[in-house]
């Protein structure tokens, strides 16, 4: 046996506190890549942690942690897993705890196949921990094994949870998720309760805009007009307050006002509103990819405007498309831009 690590191990036989050097050495055994000795290493300052008084609570934490993944890195995944399992034991540190349990899930579904054992430690994380990030990692693992084996009975437990675990970090991700299961199960009306619920108990959500966008989708297609419009102005007014207010998601920001737009359009039928829409969208989203299709659905609101279109309608189309062609040359909508300039005869006579 190495020098030093006979001297890690008879540190921690002895009744007085460990060296303060310990971590040190063991740090230096695992950078030295001596994967074997390191691990004797740490588990020599984990066992001194059962004498009371010897040593912070954060250092036993610390190489238990470190123990468990030299022992992933040496593949022993069972042993890994059991380490990963029993360390919250061996700390007071709460994002430990929950880093440690879904670690453990993830080796338990990934490495050694076993999905009962990781959905039992998932949900444990979620119902033990809901205020560490974590917990929400543990979520998705366990929805990605439960929700395809019984939706219905998952849907149970997220609402339970959800309800059970008040304003928790974790409460928003519970109600999306259930909202998600719902939808699959082909209750819109359901869904969108959940999505509502989100929008109401958490405002400050970052799940905030994506819920307002999947109930407009959801009640878009259940021709609740109306309701889609007053999902999708929630988005659009996170740009019209400060950046504090709310949550803000510019990601969604010119998904909801395109969306607006062909609401406007298609389904209400009031191509003045839609056109208004669709050049908000062209003007004041610089950055966004969607100006393009901004200004080609501009093109077909300024044609629907009159039946049939006006010269003036007509006009404006072209307009449109040749503001597309000028700044988009390249875009996704050029081809068809160019084939509409031929339809409308842009430009001739």
Same mark, same amino acid.
């Given at each position: 046996m190495k020098r030093a690590l006979l001297a890690l191990t008879l540190a921690a036989g002895c009744s007085g506190a460990p060296l303060a050097s310990d971590f040190e050495r063991a740090q230096t055994l695992e950078a030295e890549m001596r994967a074997g000795d390191a691990l004797a290493a740490y588990a020599a300052i984990r066992a001194s942690c059962a004498r009371p008084d010897t040593r912070l609570r954060n250092d036993c934490?610390?190489?238990?942690?470190?123990?468990?993944?030299?022992?992933?890195?040496?593949? +022993? !995944? /069972?042993?890994a897993a059991a380490a990963w399992e029993a360390l919250p034991d061996r700390t007071g540190?709460?994002?430990q705890k929950s880093r440690a349990i879904t670690r453990a899930a993830e080796v338990s579904l990934e490495k050694l196949h076993d999905p009962g054992r990781a959905v039992r430690l998932a949900w444990r994380c979620v119902e033990s921990w809901p205020d560490e990030v974590a917990a929400d990692d543990a979520l998705a693992l366990a929805l990605r094994v439960d929700r395809p084996r019984d939706p219905g009975a998952t849907l149970l437990r997220v609402d339970a949870l959800a309800r059970s675990l008040g304003d928790r970090d974790v409460v928003d991700n519970l109600i999306a998720a259930g909202a998600e299961i719902a939808r699959g199960l082909g209750d819109g009306k359901g869904a969108v309760a959940r999505y509502d619920e989100l929008a109401r108990r958490f405002p400050r959500s970052g799940l905030l805009d994506d819920a307002n966008y999947q109930a407009a989708l959801?009640? +878009? !297609? /259940?021709?609740?007009f109306p309701g889609a419009l007053l999902r999708l102005k929630r988005i659009l007014d996170t740009k019209r307050r400060a950046l504090i207010v709310g949550s803000y998601n510019a990601m969604l920001l010119d998904d909801a006002q395109l969306l607006t737009g062909l609401v406007l359009l298609d389904d209400l039928h009031d191509p003045a509103s839609a056109a208004a829409a669709f050049t908000r969208l062209a003007d004041e989203y610089k950055d966004s990819l969607l100006r393009d299709d901004a200004l080609y659905e501009l093109t077909r609101a300024r044609l629907a405007a009159h039946t049939p279109p006006t010269d003036e309608d007509r006009a404006a189309a072209c307009a449109a498309l040749?503001?597309?062609?000028?700044?988009?040359?390249?875009?996704?909508?050029?081809?068809?831009?160019?084939?509409?300039?031929?339809?409308?005869?842009?430009?001739?006579?």
């Open positions: 934490g610390l190489a238990a942690t470190r123990e468990a993944q030299i022992l992933e890195r040496l593949g +022993r !995944d /069972a042993e540190d709460s994002r959801i009640l +878009r !297609d /259940a021709r609740d040749a503001r597309l062609l000028k700044e988009y040359p390249e875009g996704n909508r050029a081809r068809a831009a160019r084939a509409k300039q031929e339809e409308l005869r842009c430009g001739a006579g």
